[in-house]
Each structure stands twice: as C-alpha cells, then as structure tokens.
C-alpha cells in the first residue's frame, strides 16, 4: 500500500560533503498561501498567511530532480541544518534542494498570538496543500521543466506527511523517503493506539524492576 509509493534512491553511492551545510547556504524565500485551501467563496475566505522556505541551487543540473523537504513540526532550520542524506543525495545527482517550513511552526504564523480559534487550520491536509501549491510555485519560478522528478524528504511526522504528499499529490510528487516515519498511524490505517501507550513502551523498556 503506502510502502510501494515510498521511493528509495542509490544511498549507497551517496559521499559526505566536504563542508556543512547550513541556512547560510541558502536563499530565504516567502510565499503566499490561503489559510484554508478547501473553502470557496469570498463570504468563507478566511485570507492569506506568508509561508517561508529555504532553496539551495549549486547542485542543480539541468533535468536533474527537485528534492523537497517537508517541514514538519518546528522551525525549517532544524532540518536544513540536520537533514544530511538530502544534501548528500542532492550532490550526486544535481538536485535543486528545497525546504519548506509547516504552517504555524517557525517563522510560518498563520494568525497573529491570541487569535481566537486561531489552531483551526493546522491539519495535515493544509499542510499539504500549502506544499503543493510552493512546489507549482517553484516549476514557475526555476521554469523547471515538466519532466523534473520531485521527491518529497521528511523524518518522523514529517515523514508521514511525505508519504501521505505521495499518495494524495501523485500528480506532483514522484517519490518520497521517509524515515522513521509511522505512516500506518494516518487516517485510521491500523488500530487506534491506546493514550497510555507511549507511556507503557517507556516502561517496558526501562526494565522490570523500574516498572515496579
């Protein structure tokens, strides 16, 4: 199902880069997005919010991929600056290198503090259309060409939501690589854990004696 739209690229030829990489590396770009993307009418349009994201384009090559990180639940620099495999793979094959930052976390607000309701619009499926929309956004801007293969990064949540990027934009995204990622927990794929359970996984790994 989710695991046959997870696409894992050469890692193998994949060499550690010479020096870090770091924000400083990169270009700081802001984009208009809806706060929500599923509501039609001026009487329901609740406005725009600024979303930022980070490029690198030294890698790039002509036809090479578009390698998109997608942010998940803190600021982009946290995974610009640990987000090792994408670089290393982005060297190799002469990808442009894109970073995305979630809405709401970061320097992403979609409301100003104190907003009543303000958390209304923070789900996965906004969250995802916002990258959909910067991805088309971005065909434009580098005029990429139709055939540029998009591969969604992301870690943990974030690698749940390059899963779910794949399955539900199949139109734009090619791949993804998801780490740690527990995709099945989306949407009611296996059974709903009990709210304890991290807890009791604690406990259980800590011993016998300690969960005494």
């Not at 930022?52 to 639940?73: I, K, M, Q, S």
Request: negative net charge; aromatic residues 14%.
């Amino acid at each position: 199902m989710l695991s046959s739209l997870v696409v894992l690229l050469g890692v193998a030829h994949a060499l550690p880069l010479g020096w870090q990489p770091t924000v400083s590396n990169c270009t700081e770009g802001w984009i208009k997005q809806n706060r929500d993307h599923f509501s039609f009418g001026k009487a329901s349009d609740p406005g725009e919010f600024d979303q930022r994201y980070f490029t690198f384009t030294d890698f790039y090559r002509p036809g090479g991929p578009l390698f998109f990180y997608v942010g998940n639940e803190g600021p982009v620099e946290i995974y610009v600056n640990h987000t090792g495999l994408m670089w290393e793979l982005g060297s190799d094959l002469g990808a442009l290198l894109v970073f995305a930052e979630h809405r709401y976390y970061g320097e992403t607000q979609v409301y100003p503090d104190g907003t009543p309701d303000c958390l209304r619009y923070l789900t996965i499926e906004q969250a995802l259309a916002d990258y959909s929309v910067l991805i088309d956004h971005l065909f434009d801007e580098y005029a990429l060409p139709a055939s540029t293969a998009t591969i969604a990064f992301g870690g943990s949540y974030g690698g749940m939501l390059a899963s779910a990027f794949r399955y539900k934009y199949p139109h734009i995204v090619d791949g993804a690589i998801a780490a740690s990622a527990p995709i099945f927990a989306i949407g009611g794929v296996t059974p709903e854990p009990s709210k304890a359970s991290f807890n009791e996984i604690i406990t259980r790994d800590a011993g016998p004696v300690c969960a005494k």
